[in-house]
């Protein structure tokens, strides 16, 4: 069965970095996009990030355009998401997701999205 397991959360200043790691089973990992979601408490999940199947094309969402990068080893089955210059409200349970189609096609809409992992939290202290 398709298993998403995430990792890397915690406890960060603001202005640190941390680096979330998804590692997928049970399916051909090189094949499908793959996402970055993020929900803080009363919010609705949104979209932090995608790539590609090969790794060559990368969406990103406007508010962490130029401090987060997605990343994958398709070797190692695991999709990354390198976090810098972290701010109090990028604070969120962190989701990673497995791409259903074309990622080009709308990249940040949930619906297209059909795995999800448990979430990791990411708490960013000011």
């Known amino acids: 069965q398709v298993q998403l397991v995430e990792s890397g959360g915690g406890l960060v200043q603001a202005g640190g970095s941390l680096r979330l790691s998804c590692a997928a089973s049970?399916?051909?990992?090189?094949?499908?996009?793959m996402g970055w979601f993020r929900q803080a408490p009363g919010n609705e999940r949104e979209f932090v990030t995608a790539?590609?199947?090969?790794?060559?094309?990368?969406y990103y969402a406007d508010s962490v355009k130029g401090r987060f990068t997605i990343s994958r080893d398709n070797a190692k089955n695991t999709v990354y998401l390198q976090m810098h210059s972290l701010k109090p409200e990028d604070t969120a349970v962190y989701y990673c997701?497995?791409?259903?189609?074309?990622?080009?096609?709308?990249?940040?809409?949930?619906?297209?999205?059909?795995?999800w992992g448990q979430g990791t939290q990411v708490t960013v202290s000011s």
């Open positions: 790539i590609s199947w090969s790794g060559g094309r990368t």
């Open positions: 049970g399916f051909t990992f090189s094949s499908y996009a």
């Open positions: 997701a497995r791409r259903r189609d074309f990622v080009a096609i709308d990249p940040s809409s949930r619906s297209r999205y059909d795995y």
